[in-house]
């Protein structure tokens, strides 16, 4: 069965400052990645997907996330976070080919202070 | 509606109540998931339904906890003899196709007394 790592549970930066999330994932075969995104109050939102081609994919609102599988890694990234951007951040995991439940991390809170 | 409807929002119930809580996903999505979110830990899997597919079951806690989806669409997760540790948000999602974006409800917030 696969399982997904988010190491960092809680990060405080300030506006402007660069964002790096970790999450890694362990499963023997091909996945799907993701990650999502939920904000104060509101529900789970997908932020970003990984399915094949390019590893470095680009989501809404500036993020990304560069796929290295010989690391088993799927890192969120944004060069420069905004107060707005407060908010949890799920990474997570299926094996392709359909069929499959969809796993999720622990989270890691993020608090962007002006 | 346009999004994935869960009802009730919230819910306060006692100790052994039994309690059911429903989903309704977007129109036309084939799969239907259950998680369960706790202040820190994350989303919990609980059930996934796939078409007319056995649903995977593998992720309810206890056998108090059952969940049904009836003509592919609305499901009822029921949890019976709550207890204290069943309070949580339950989240319903959907998605097509399966290992598509999955589109999450609202929730239904559980609190046992």
């Known amino acids: 069965a696969q399982s997904v790592s988010q190491h960092n549970h809680h990060v405080i930066l300030s506006e402007a400052a660069s964002l790096e999330l970790g999450c890694n994932y362990s499963y023997g075969g091909t996945v799907n990645l993701f990650w999502y995104v939920q904000y104060p109050g509101q529900h789970l939102q997908l932020l970003l997907k990984y399915f094949s081609g390019d590893p470095l994919v680009k989501g809404i609102k500036g993020f990304e996330a560069e796929f290295i599988k010989s690391k088993f890694s799927f890192n969120l990234r944004k060069p420069s976070v905004q107060w707005s951007d407060t908010a949890e951040y799920f990474c997570a995991v299926t094996p392709t080919g359909g069929g499959n439940k969809l796993t999720f991390g622990t989270g890691t809170q993020l608090k962007v202070e002006l | ?113």
């Open chain 2, 1 to 113: 509606g346009a999004g994935v409807s869960q009802s009730p929002s919230n819910k306060v119930t006692e100790k052994g109540k039994d309690v059911e809580l429903r989903c309704d996903p977007i129109s036309g999505h084939t799969a239907l998931y259950w998680y369960r979110q706790s202040l820190g830990q994350g989303l919990e899997f609980l059930i996934y339904f796939q078409g007319n597919s056995a649903p995977d079951k593998s992720g309810l806690p206890s056998d108090r906890f059952s969940a049904e989806r009836t003509g592919g669409s609305v499901s009822t997760l029921t949890i019976q003899r709550t207890q204290q540790e069943d309070s949580a948000v339950y989240l319903c999602a959907s998605s097509y196709p399966p290992t598509g974006e999955l589109f999450f409800g609202e929730g239904s917030r559980l609190t046992v007394l």
